[in-house]
């Protein structure tokens, strides 16, 4: 009994020694101590559990991250136009056939080996192809005929016919040739490094000091995995992140005085997307008696307190070249007509629907609860039913299994195809089994034109397609409310989902 | 010895059961890993041939038999959606979870015990009835709760520790330090609990014979409650113990992700969401090793405490 308790004694002395002793370490991880080292601590609420190859990686968060380390032939700019990366400059054929790139001299991957013409054909090939598991075919590259390498520094591609919007797809990702760990330790030439990832808590990514461009202004990045709504708030208040992106409304207006908040989009269409091929919605006097009904102001004041651009069809704002203002109103809240449509196609009581819900994106779930109260006027019953992330996939969208779901669709580059090609009847993306003949003409007929004004006004031929046949019920391109600690500067909001880090710097 | 090698026998048995009711739960579900690798760029030709990549388009019994081939190899094979070996992804996280076990164990052993020994000793009285108050509502408040209650006060208003800065076991003190404040989260419901059937066995204890003769003999109450009833009073609170051991290690699921520790629960919790069953695996088979071993340590202390438990197992 005595050794037990001799022993217990001990057990708790050591453990206070512990407490006390190694308290106050030097290294301590304070938000001034990573100011004077030049880091930076961003908060990321999901984890990079995917490859972290560019060419294999599917989530949006993978990709918003890995925007930093890897570039393309060309890449993106915040204000949607496209620059010149790893290609310093490129010519177009008259014919619109020939596109010949000369490398910028003396790029660097992370690994040291400088960029040859050979990793960018191997690069391109490897997504045209995509006969690697994992690898994700870029379908515009099945236009390439040709992809030859002359020399050292030159890359020319021939296509079969014209593409106006090819050069949007060379952003694609340019990877080492003989380098086969992308999955685990990836390698590029982007501003920032990429040094190590701890699964469900951290990647670390450090600045690149040989890179050929304007360097990042930080020298290290530590991305925090924080999924827990209130841990995110304690995290930002007691210091342990600088930098949170995604906020909702409530936990901006929460933050307090260290911060400041800024405001982007989302780059998302948010809508109630209806399986057009399952009745009542393969009548389109029921779809459009839904868009009368939906309020999506409404929706935006109720549940995002007012943060939100209001949408008409399958594009956002940010993308101002292709987006149509006039068709966010085209159909104006009018509970009437949307009670006569209903009557007209055989429902004058209403009728019961299920909006299918991802429960781990609760501004979805806000907006399906605005939703089915709204559509009470006109009696229609709108049962949530909130499935798994890996359910919704499954069910929704791979099996099409489904009446009605809200969520945002976003575009994987700087084109209006990256939005509107899902909705062609052929598409195997085409979840909510839009079938349209005039539709698909349109898509044809965009492919077709090399024109860049005249592409551009089909793109919205199509886009007024949607709404007139009431395609989704759209409500908005959210508000992306970033906190970002004060005496950071630098924050920069694309049209596409990224998080750019290069220009993020201490001021003073 | 016999008695040793009926729990390993035990052990072996538990894990494979375990372990085969995780693999046939995932065939179940709807959704599997390589559908939700895909994503939104999943279409049924890319589906299938990650699926055959992986092993997926097997049947579930060849599936588990390779799987178990590798486990008894010593090969837990690769996580599917960090496409990294898994004992690499979760070794670390074990060994997190399992310093924070030990100290929420810790925790609850050191004050539930001497506490519920004080509330027995002055039951009736006007701080037993304070206490038994206390305790009801230690026990209905949620330990996620107490988390945020916890990383504010300490955290962000007395800035004890920096929460969602979790050191890493690499600096141990300051590891340790922020691990305490979890384990009292996790700890506060679970002493609660302790303090009340310890009390409970003790005043149903001091009702018997012994101790009626023990006092008539002359001996102070106290005394005998420390000497003999105790003994006498822990048997069924070792083995309750054992059991809260087990619950430990899944109430730090949700402990954890209040405070940002990278722990084995967030990590199963993610995995089974995406399907991942390598790493699903892993973490059920070590949960279930941890549950065994610590029903093994409660039968053991248990049969030094009272050596006519010994009777039936030990020769």
New interface residues.
């Given amino acids: 009994m005595k050794k037990r308790i001799l022993a217990l004694v001990l057990l708790v002395c050591v453990l206070s020694a512990a407490l006390t002793g190694c308290g106050g370490g030097s290294k301590e991880d304070s938000p001034e101590n990573r100011k004077t080292a030049n880091e930076l601590n961003v908060g990321i609420a999901q984890d990079l559990d995917d490859s972290l190859d560019p060419h294999k990686a599917v989530a949006a968060g993978t990709k918003e991250v890995m925007f930093n380390v890897f570039e393309g032939l060309v890449k993106p700019t915040p204000e949607g136009d496209l620059v010149p990366a790893i290609a310093e400059t490129y010519t177009i054929s008259d014919d619109h056939l020939t596109y010949t790139f000369h490398l910028r001299q003396g790029v660097k991957f992370h690994n040291g080996d400088t960029v040859t013409a050979e990793d960018v054909k191997y690069s391109i090939q490897r997504c045209a192809d995509a006969t690697e598991t994992g690898v994700l075919q870029v379908a515009a590259f099945s236009a390439v005929t040709k992809l030859e390498t002359p020399d050292e520094s030159t890359v020319v591609i021939t296509l079969a016919e014209p593409a106006n919007e090819f050069l949007s797809y060379l952003t694609c990702a340019v990877l080492p040739a003989d380098y086969d760990r992308q999955d685990t330790a990836p390698v590029g030439t982007g501003p920032f490094r990429f040094v190590s990832r701890t699964a469900q808590d951290s990647i670390v990514l450090e600045r690149f000091d040989d890179y050929w461009g304007t360097p990042a202004q930080l020298s290290k990045v530590t991305f925090k995995i924080i999924e827990n709504a209130d841990t995110i708030m304690m995290s930002l208040q007691s210091g342990a992140v600088d930098l949170f992106a995604h906020l909702t409304i409530t936990q901006a207006e929460q933050l307090g005085e260290g911060f400041t908040v800024a405001e982007g989009t989302m780059n998302l269409v948010q809508a109630m997307y209806l399986n057009n091929g399952e009745k009542p919605f393969d009548d389109v006097r029921v779809r459009q008696a839904l868009c009368y009904a939906v309020d999506k102001q409404g929706v935006i004041d109720q549940a995002f307190d007012g943060y939100g651009s209001p949408i008409g069809s399958s594009m956002y704002p940010a993308f101002a070249k292709y987006f149509d203002p006039s068709l966010t109103d085209y159909y104006s809240h009018d509970t009437a007509r949307a009670k006569a449509l209903l009557a007209e196609a055989g429902y004058p009581d209403g009728f019961s629907m299920t909006i299918t819900v991802p429960s781990n994106y609760q501004p979805h779930i806000d907006t399906a609860q605005v939703i089915a109260q709204q559509l009470k006027d006109i009696g229609v019953t709108a049962e949530l039913q909130l499935v798994e992330w890996g359910t919704w996939l499954s069910d929704v969208y791979a099996g099409r299994q489904f009446q009605s779901t809200v969520i945002g669709v976003d575009a994987s580059n700087m084109t209006a195809r990256a939005l509107l090609e899902r909705f062609t009847s052929t598409a195997s993306n085409d979840f909510i089994n839009y079938e349209n003949a005039e539709y698909d003409a349109l898509f044809a007929q965009a492919q077709a034109s090399y024109d860049d004004a005249v592409q551009t006004a089909i793109y919205k031929q199509m886009e007024r397609n949607l709404t007139e046949n009431a395609a989704n019920v759209y409500i908005q391109d959210m508000a992306d409310l970033v906190a970002v600690r004060k005496g950071l500067e630098g924050v920069r909001f694309y049209p596409i989902y990224v998080l750019d880090l290069s220009a993020l710097r201490y001021a003073g | 010895m016999k008695y040793a090698a009926k729990r390993l026998l035990t052990l072996i048995l538990t894990m494979l059961v375990v372990s085969f009711l995780a693999f046939a739960a995932f065939s179940l579900?709807?959704?599997?890993a390589a559908?939700?690798?895909?994503?939104?760029?999943?279409?049924?030709e890319?589906?299938a041939?990650?699926e055959h990549?992986l092993g997926l388009d097997r049947p579930l019994l060849v599936r588990y038999g390779a799987w178990l081939a590798g486990f008894f190899t010593g090969d837990l094979g690769v996580?599917y959606?960090?496409?990294?070996p898994v004992w690499e992804?979760i070794g670390?996280?074990t060994a997190v979870t399992l310093w924070l076990s030990l100290l929420s164990f810790?925790l609850i052993v050191?004050v539930s015990i001497p506490l519920g020994v004080v509330c027995a000793r002055y039951a009736g009285g006007a701080l037993d009835g304070a206490h038994t108050a206390f305790n009801q509502f230690c026990m209905a408040v949620p330990s996620f709760f107490t988390g945020?209650l916890l990383?504010?006060l300490f955290?962000?208003v007395l800035h004890w520790f920096?929460?969602?800065?979790?050191?890493g076991l690499a600096?141990?003190?300051?590891a340790?330090?922020y691990l305490?404040f979890a384990a009292v989260a996790i700890a506060i419901p679970r002493i609660a609990m302790t303090v009340r059937m310890l009390r409970s066995t003790i005043l149903s204890e001091m009702q018997k014979d012994y101790v009626r003769t023990a006092i008539s003999r002359g001996n102070d109450r106290s005394g005998v409650l420390v000497r003999h009833v105790l003994k006498n009073a822990l048997v069924p609170v070792v083995t309750f113990l054992a059991q809260t051991m087990a619950e430990i290690v899944a109430g730090s699921i949700v402990v954890e992700?209040?405070?940002?520790i990278?722990g084995l629960g967030?990590?199963l919790v993610?995995s089974i969401?995406?399907?991942?069953y390598p790493v699903v695996q892993a973490i059920v088979v070590i949960l279930a090793f941890w549950v065994v071993l610590s029903g093994t340590a409660a039968d053991l202390i248990n049969g030094r405490i009272d050596p006519r438990l010994r009777l039936g197992g030990e020769t």
Avoid: C, H
């Fill in positions: 579900i709807s959704g599997n559908e939700i690798m895909l994503g939104t760029q999943a279409t049924p890319r589906v041939a990650l990549e996580s959606s960090y496409r990294q992804l670390p996280k810790l050191l945020i990383s504010w955290g962000i920096t929460p969602g800065a979790f050191p600096r141990f003190g300051s340790v330090k305490l992700q209040v405070f940002g990278p967030r990590m993610v969401a995406n399907r991942d």
